[in-house]
T-cell receptor, first 111, second 114 residues
């Protein structure tokens, strides 16, 4: 079983739709990251969370530490949001420095 | 300022040869990570450097893989006696502080072992 599970694996949406990508993890963590990988491979860090909620433009990320679950929301989706979204968790400082990654959610936003 | 840079961007090598991949992190970033992304696979942690501390090598897949970081800045990932299964994109990321903060990724080196 993977330490980090994402759903859905693939997602197609119409432009303007509200999108939710989910991430569940099974290990104790110090932080959770949401990453965006565009076709061509470049990776951009979107959010780092250890609690609560963060918002950046049309993107919102939430985390529930007790339930070991995080969600990434995209409001008013646009074709340029088409990318692979990856959830990554970092173990606690005293339990190692490893990051564990989900396999990603491939999002396609259709005009 | 400049972001994380990696070189070469592409490397094709014959099975059995050694390769060196280079990462130049953002100036002042003390944390540096190497990751691997195989075709169709997710990201895989390889090694973590933090300042002058001993690196966390727990993600290295075999003893053919090694990495060093000179002067707390540039890092080199070396793969000895390359195998076809080593073909992947090797990504470097740097972060200020102890690596729990936001990571800045380089463009990656695409390694193909023939």
């Amino acid at each position: 079983k993977n330490e980090v599970e994402q759903s859905p694996q693939n997602l197609t949406a119409q432009e303007g739709e509200f999108i939710t990508i989910n991430c569940s993890y099974s290990v104790g963590i110090s932080a959770l990251h949401w990453l965006q990988q565009h076709p061509g491979g470049g990776i951009v860090s979107l959010f780092m969370l250890s609690s609560g909620k963060k918002k950046h433009g049309r993107l919102i990320a939430t985390i529930n530490i007790q339930e070991k679950h995080s969600s990434l929301h995209i409001t008013a989706s646009h074709p340029r949001d088409s990318a692979v979204y990856i959830c990554a968790v970092r173990r606690g400082y005293y339990t190692g420095n490893q990051f564990y990654f989900g396999t990603g959610t491939s999002l396609t936003v259709i005009p | 300022g400049a972001g994380v840079s990696q070189s070469p961007s592409n490397k094709v090598t014959e099975k059995g040869k050694d390769v060196e991949l280079r990462c130049d992190p953002i100036s002042g970033h003390t944390a540096l990570y190497w990751y691997r992304q195989s075709l169709g696979q997710g990201l895989e942690f390889l090694i973590y450097f933090q300042g002058n501390s001993a690196p966390d090598k727990s993600g290295l897949p075999s003893d053919r893989f090694s990495a060093e970081r000179t002067g707390g800045s540039v890092s080199t990932l070396t793969i000895q006696r390359t195998q076809q299964e080593d073909s992947a994109v090797y990504l470097c990321a740097s972060s200020p502080g102890r690596g729990g903060r936001e990571q800045y990724f380089g463009p990656g080196t695409r390694l193909t072992v023939t």
